[in-house]
């Protein structure tokens, strides 16, 4: 077996009360140029529900279902964040006190890109670089956007949001036929030209063709969502609202492959801002739950560190390129032009 003594959890980050909103706004978009009208408007989505985002306790969730698995393994376990508390560095220090030399990293994010990998990668050199020769070395554990358990458990979401949607169409006297709600799978939006330099599409296009095929989905589309930045460039398209915009099905059940675990772009920008658009046109809406706390999901990350771990251990995957390599290939997702808050 290799030599790693931990197992980090690397997430996004988000803020739990009302006072921590603009400070973690701020350290999100610091040197981005964002304006100032923008981080008011999404702050407001935060106030709104509260001023937490759900992100930070799903990961305290996942990592207490984790941690006696790793213990298993002889890991113990951390969890550090790219943008709020507990942050990546500090849980680095931390690790170095006690005394931390080699460690297995799963970052919440299943697809490649540079703001969905490349720069994690980059947080976890400039947070090993800020703790210093002290610091334990970390190893990112391979991308799993076609791992079954990361497909199985969306195809079960997916199937049970598309029931909802017809139990809803059902009670509410529609006539309408299963096969006539609209599925809609959706990701975080990015630049075109980020998405050119990258494989974030054909990886999110690929957990989508696989989950739908999991739920025996007979048709089925992919939008993106939470775009942000100038009007003047380009983003990936369509977005989720100019869908549900243009449907004449009798009800939608969108499915949000593009996160591990719920936050506010799932909470508010389809919850809130995608539902308000379907019941304006007279659409019963549902949405698919986030998979990071079903057992397949948390049995797939203890599967990515034992293959790690252990050489030659078989490695799953379901597209037909295979399991993504442990290092990334050279050159893969380079930095774009910076990309504003979403």
């Not at 942050?87 to 931390?100: H, I, P, S, Y």
Request: proline fraction near 7%.
């Amino acid at each position: 077996m290799t030599g790693y003594d931990a197992f980090l959890l690397v997430s996004f980050g988000g803020p739990e009360r009302a006072e921590d909103v603009r400070p973690f706004l701020q350290r999100v978009t610091a040197g981005r140029g964002v304006p100032q009208d923008r981080l008011d408007e999404v702050a407001g989505h935060y106030f709104a529900a509260g001023g937490a985002s759900p992100v930070n306790g799903h990961c305290r969730g996942l990592l207490e279902d984790l941690r006696p698995r790793m213990a298993d393994l002889g890991l113990a376990s951390y969890w550090g964040n790219r943008n709020w508390h507990p942050l990546l560095e500090d849980t680095l220090a931390r690790m170095a006190e006690d005394g931390v030399q080699r460690a297995v990293a799963f970052v919440t994010s299943a697809y490649g890109g540079y703001s969905s990998c490349r720069q994690y990668l980059d947080d976890i050199a400039t947070a090993r670089d800020r703790v210093g020769r002290r610091a334990p070395l970390v190893d990112k554990l391979r991308l799993f956007y076609d791992h079954p358990g990361w497909v199985r458990p969306w195809g079960r979401s997916a199937a049970g949001a598309r029931a909802e949607c017809a139990a809803q169409l059902t009670a509410g006297g529609n006539g309408a036929r299963t096969e006539d709600i609209e599925i809609v799978f959706t990701a975080h939006s990015i630049p075109v030209a980020a998405a050119r330099t990258s494989p974030y599409v054909a990886h999110v296009t690929t957990t989508a063709r696989l989950a739908a095929a999991a739920a025996g989905l007979g048709s089925w589309q992919l939008a993106w969502q939470s775009r942000s930045g100038s009007p003047a460039s380009p983003w990936l398209g369509p977005d989720i609202a100019e869908v549900l915009g243009t449907s004449t099905a009798p009800g939608v059940a969108v499915v949000p492959i593009g996160f591990v675990c719920e936050n506010m772009e799932v909470t508010h920008d389809l919850d809130v801002e995608a539902a308000a658009v379907a019941r304006s046109r007279g659409m019963v809406f549902a949405r698919a739950g986030a998979v990071n706390a079903t057992a397949e999901f948390v049995d797939m990350v203890v599967t990515l560190v034992a293959e790690r771990m252990v050489p030659g251990t078989g490695r799953a995957a379901l597209g037909e390129d295979g399991p993504w390599p442990d290092d990334c290939p050279v050159g893969h997702c380079p930095p774009p032009y910076r990309i504003p808050v979403g």
